[in-house]
């Protein structure tokens, strides 16, 4: 079992900026793709960002320029560094992993249980 949990979450203003943390234990982390979610209140849970073992970069067009994620292996630790945040960034992040090409909630194989991100104005 593979235990993920996110921290950096807080109160931001509107054009400020957060980095989130993810620290993974359980099994071995290098080997998954790791993302992050995020689920707005009465929304869908969706995707944000995702990076794969070789380091591979995909974002949602809603933050593409905004977002980067990262990976440091060697602390089995992920990263989403936000910048320029807007009202609608405004969602707990999710961080998940799992073996699969795709982008669907559905198809993580774990999560962790979020960290709320709020941006005022």
């Known amino acids: 079992q593979v235990q993920l949990v996110e921290s950096g979450g807080g109160l931001v203003q509107t054009g400020g900026s957060l980095r989130l943390s993810c620290a993974a234990s359980g099994r071995t982390f290098s080997n998954y793709r790791m993302y992050w979610f995020r689920q707005a209140p009465g929304k869908e849970r969706e995707f944000v960002a995702r990076?794969?073992?070789?380091?591979?970069?995909a974002y949602a067009d809603s933050v593409k320029g905004r977002f980067t994620i990262s990976r440091e292996n060697a602390k089995n630790t992920v990263y989403l560094q936000m910048i320029s945040l807007k009202l609608e960034d405004t969602a707990v992040y999710y961080c998940?992993?799992?073996?699969?090409?795709?982008?669907?909630?559905?198809?993580?194989?774990?999560w962790g249980k979020g960290t709320l991100v709020t941006v005022s104005s």
């Open positions: 998940a992993a799992g073996q699969t090409l795709t982008s669907s909630a559905k198809d993580m194989d774990y």
């Open positions: 990076i794969s073992s070789a380091g591979a970069l």
